[in-house]
């Protein structure tokens, strides 16, 4: 009986062995997944069991593991496990602003041979349109499914969205973040996770916590420098203080943990103060596991691990590394660090098993919520998404739509734009950003559905129009003037498109200078002088240039951001100077002037000392010139503000909140919002309603924006803080009311030395435009 039991087993291991093989090569279209109801293990596996709790089923699936299979689990490219019919898995899948041919996660080299690329973060923003975050978002997530339901995704973990705030200009990965305003950053977050995870756009519909695709928080935390004047992002030990951590660095991913339900978070190369962010016991588990109830998992941004080792010298041995990253509750290496070094952490007693357990429970679970331990995805909820959902119109008019909504006119003269749409006029495109499609992807790009560079769309309206290069490059190092001039001196308009690209910005690679590259500026005055009227300036960028010179000259009439718009932004452009779109993005960040450059990027401070010179940075510190606001935008339509309700001219704190949140010091008082609860912070709230009223005659998108400043500044207050915004579409000379809930616990609150959350009594301000109202605080 015992020999017959056992060749039974070794019978059924060798079946589910050769199941789980033909299961990967039959078709190359078949998606990956465990628990394969056609093998006859799965069904004695209670982890494979759909009735049971995924906890259980985790519970279930550890117990199973030998230490070595849990070793192998712990890095991104996790091997199958067919004696017990679990499948591979890569966790490192990139989905920025579109399904991304980077990362390990995705090919394109199938059915499906593009994506739709929307335009970079960083310009998404400047719509300042939560709505268009989250449908993007959700487009995304379709297309991350479609892709694997299609056999060509080993992962449905998206290292997406980075909300690091963009402390600095010079950063090179500044496009890819939301802007430099938490608030901002926050609310992008927010709408793209519960996009693309397949929630509501209100949240709270991913009860059954299943996934449409899984998204990551990153780069956790106060990372914003790659590789500056000898300094990277492998050595770079951020000294932060607790202030500028609690109302600058932090809010993002609170709110995307928080409200946004993100399931993952990805830890950051940099040290803060000395420890290294993948093993900040405090950060991982004390701040974003217990107090912002985190239930997810946490990857290292890739080869951190070893960084600590290697590069840091944090880590005496391997082992030492190992060890303290699980202890601090990661879970899972983009890298080898983990799958070398377990094993030998275990064996010098650095390391319990356990740590590698709760890892596993945290990955398992992810997995399991993806679906794709409940067999085949393409009989599961998400089963009907195929590759006619990738590509789609409606993606490639989202596309579009985020592309005309972001774009930012910053200068105008003498309406100048729009052009006319008069076939007999004569039009040159001068510039190495006019004829190609490359650069309006951005960085994190994949395969997009179409191309078409500003300069063929432009041709759209006006075929005649004419093109030259102008520089040899980006770089600008040699400039065919004569021939550029030839072109431009002679049309009755022309359009200059400058700025960056990826070889002026990009990760592993900051700035030194602000200004445009090479002979770019001398291009421009050049054309600028020899042509009959003042000239277009469209610049594509992330982070901001220095162009004062343009700001100022006459004979440079208007000026467009365009930020990296994306397979749609060529389009876009063209729409917007001709007059089909009026143009209502609002800048993200603060462009500062090239001097800025003297502040060492390695200076995290977020305010200014003016002891010492050093001027803040961000609009609500920064203290020094401005080339162009954070918030700033032109359109061809001018708009009227006027504040018709305020619920409040007066909050009397002290009369609706407990006498111990109330502090001193000296004669000031003090509410600590810490000491309030949920319900107390709720009991205060109170509205605003706002008339905006469209002055042009145009239709146009307009973010109203809303902010607040306290009417005398203490030590450490911001300047102004964005505290509300939201975009509304008004017909020419139409009217509509805006109303914005204001919760004083978030919006009147600022940090303290300490990094706690306080209200301070007095006066402040609420702004929106050009009209200022009055409120009190009384303690």
């Given at each position: 009986m015992k020999v017959g039991r056992y060749l039974f087993f070794i019978q059924t291991i060798l079946i589910s062995s050769l199941s789980f093989f033909l299961s990967r090569t039959?078709?190359?279209?078949?998606?990956?997944?465990?628990?394969?109801?056609?093998?006859?293990?799965?069904?004695?596996?209670?982890?494979?069991?759909?009735?049971?709790?995924?906890?259980?089923?985790?519970?279930?699936?550890?117990?199973?593991?030998?230490?070595?299979?849990?070793?192998?689990?712990?890095?991104?490219?996790?091997?199958?496990?067919?004696?017990?019919?679990i499948s591979a898995y890569q966790w490192w899948s990139e989905g920025l602003h579109g399904i991304s041919r980077h990362g390990k996660g995705i090919r394109f080299n199938g059915t499906i041979a593009a994506a739709t690329m929307f335009p970079q973060v960083i310009l998404a923003a400047a719509s300042f349109d939560t709505h268009l975050w989250y449908r993007m978002g959700q487009?995304?997530?379709?297309?991350?499914?479609?892709?694997?339901?299609?056999?060509?995704?080993?992962?449905?973990?998206?290292?997406?969205?980075?909300?690091?705030?963009?402390?600095?200009?010079?950063?090179?990965?500044?496009?890819?973040?939301?802007?430099?305003?938490?608030?901002?950053?926050?609310?992008?977050?927010?709408?793209?996770?519960?996009?693309?995870?397949?929630?509501?756009?209100?949240?709270?519909?991913?009860?059954?916590?299943?996934?449409?695709?899984?998204?990551?928080?990153?780069?956790?935390?106060?990372?914003?420098?790659?590789?500056?004047?000898?300094?990277?992002?492998y050595i770079f030990d951020a000294n932060v203080t607790e202030q500028d951590l609690a109302d600058t660095y932090q809010p993002p991913f609170k709110s995307c943990i928080e409200k946004g339900q993100a399931s993952g978070v990805m830890c950051a190369y940099n040290r803060i103060n000395g420890v290294p962010n993948c093993a900040d016991y405090s950060l991982l588990i004390k701040t974003v596991r217990e107090q912002w109830g985190f239930q997810g998992y946490i990857a290292s941004d890739c080869d951190a691990v070893a960084v600590m080792h290697d590069n840091q010298g944090y880590a005496k041995l391997p082992e030492d590394a190992v060890a303290d990253v699980l202890k601090a509750g990661m879970d899972v290496d983009c890298g080898s660090y983990l799958l070398k070094y377990s094993k030998s952490a275990i064996e010098q007693k650095k390391l319990?098993?356990?740590?590698?357990?709760?890892?596993?429970?945290?990955?398992?679970?992810?997995?399991?919520?993806?679906?794709?331990?409940?067999?085949?995805?393409?009989?599961?909820?998400f089963g009907n998404i195929g590759p006619e959902?990738?590509?789609?119109?409606?993606?490639?008019?989202?596309?579009?739509?985020?592309?005309?909504?972001?774009?930012?006119?910053?200068?105008?003269?003498?309406?100048?734009?729009?052009?006319?749409?008069?076939?007999?006029?004569?039009?040159?495109?001068?510039?190495?950003?006019a004829n190609t499609s490359q650069t309006l992807l951005g960085n994190y790009e994949g395969l997009?559905?179409?191309?078409?560079?500003?300069?063929?769309?432009?041709?759209?309206?006006?075929?005649?129009?004419?093109?030259?290069?102008?520089?040899?490059?980006?770089?600008?190092t040699s400039v065919a003037l004569n021939e550029a001039l030839d072109a431009a001196k002679d049309a009755d308009y022309v359009i200059l498109v400058m700025g960056l690209d990826q070889t002026q910005e990009r990760e592993k690679y900051d700035r030194m200078e602000l200004m445009l590259p090479g002979k770019q500026e001398s291009l421009v005055e050049s054309i600028a002088l020899a042509a009959k009227k003042p000239i277009i300036l469209v610049v594509l960028c992330g982070g901001p240039v220095d162009i004062s010179f343009a700001k100022d000259d006459p004979k440079i009439g208007s000026i467009l951001w365009a930020g990296y718009p994306g397979e749609a932004g060529g389009t876009a452009v063209a729409e917007i100077i001709f007059g089909d779109h009026n143009p209502g993005g609002r800048l993200p960040v603060t462009w500062y002037p090239k001097d800025f450059v003297q502040v060492p990027m390695t200076d995290m401070r977020m305010r200014s000392e003016l002891a010492t010179g050093y001027p803040g940075r961000t609009y609500k510190f920064y203290n020094g010139v401005k080339v162009f606001e954070f918030g700033y935008g032109l359109g061809y339509s001018n708009f009227s503000y006027e504040f018709v309700h305020v619920t409040f001219k007066k909050l009397y704190l002290n009369q609706l909140l407990p006498a111990?949140?109330?502090?001193?010091?000296?004669?000031?008082?003090?509410?600590?919002?810490?000491?309030?609860?949920?319900?107390?912070?709720?009991?205060?709230?109170?509205?605003?309603?706002?008339?905006?009223?469209?002055?042009?005659?145009?239709?146009?998108?307009?973010?109203?924006?809303?902010?607040?400043?306290?009417?005398?500044?203490?030590?450490?207050?911001?300047?102004?803080?964005?505290?509300?915004?939201?975009?509304?579409?008004?017909?020419?000379?139409?009217?509509?009311?805006?109303?914005?809930?204001?919760?004083?616990?978030?919006?009147?609150?600022?940090?303290?030395?300490?990094?706690?959350?306080?209200?301070?009594?007095?006066?402040?301000?609420?702004?929106?435009?050009?009209?200022?109202?009055?409120?009190?605080?009384?303690?």
């Open positions: 039959e078709s190359t279209q078949a998606p990956l997944f465990s628990c394969d109801s056609s093998n006859p293990l799965t069904k004695s596996y209670p982890f494979c069991n759909t009735t049971l709790a995924v906890n259980e089923r985790v519970e279930d699936l550890v117990s199973r593991l030998t230490l070595d299979e849990k070793i192998e689990q712990l890095e991104n490219s996790a091997p199958a496990i067919p004696r017990l019919n487009a995304i997530g379709r297309e991350a499914r479609a892709f694997y339901n299609e056999g060509q995704g080993t992962g449905m973990t998206y290292w997406a969205p980075n909300i690091n705030i963009f402390r600095d200009p010079r950063w090179g990965r500044g496009q890819e973040t939301p802007g430099e305003d938490p608030l901002l950053a926050s609310n992008y977050a927010v709408s793209y996770v519960r996009g693309i995870q397949g929630d509501s756009f209100e949240g709270g519909q991913l009860k059954d916590g299943h996934l449409q695709a899984s998204a990551c928080c990153k780069h956790f935390t106060a990372y914003d420098l790659d590789n500056w004047n000898g300094v990277n992002r319990p098993e356990s740590e590698i357990d709760r890892a596993l429970r945290n990955l398992f679970s992810i997995r399991m919520r993806l679906g794709l331990f409940d067999g085949s995805p393409r009989n599961l909820k959902q990738v590509c789609t119109q409606e993606h490639q008019d989202l596309a579009l739509e985020i592309a005309r909504d972001g774009i930012v006119l910053l200068k105008n003269s003498n309406s100048l734009l729009p052009l006319p749409k008069d076939k007999t006029i004569s039009l040159a495109i001068v510039g190495p950003n997009p559905c179409k191309n078409i560079t500003i300069f063929q769309a432009i041709q759209s309206y006006l075929e005649s129009a004419v093109y030259h290069q102008g520089c040899d490059a980006v770089n600008c111990k949140a109330l502090k001193f010091t000296g004669p000031h008082r003090y509410l600590s919002i810490s000491e309030l609860n949920n319900e107390h912070c709720d009991s205060i709230e109170f509205s605003a309603k706002v008339a905006v009223k469209n002055l042009g005659e145009m239709s146009s998108k307009h973010p109203v924006l809303l902010f607040v400043r306290q009417a005398k500044l203490s030590y450490g207050s911001p300047q102004k803080q964005l505290i509300g915004f939201q975009s509304i579409t008004l017909g020419a000379g139409e009217r509509a009311e805006v109303d914005f809930v204001l919760k004083p616990c978030e919006h009147l609150s600022k940090a303290n030395r300490d990094g706690f959350m306080v209200i301070e009594e007095g006066s402040y301000y609420l702004i929106v435009g050009d009209k200022e109202p009055h409120i009190t605080v009384e303690l």
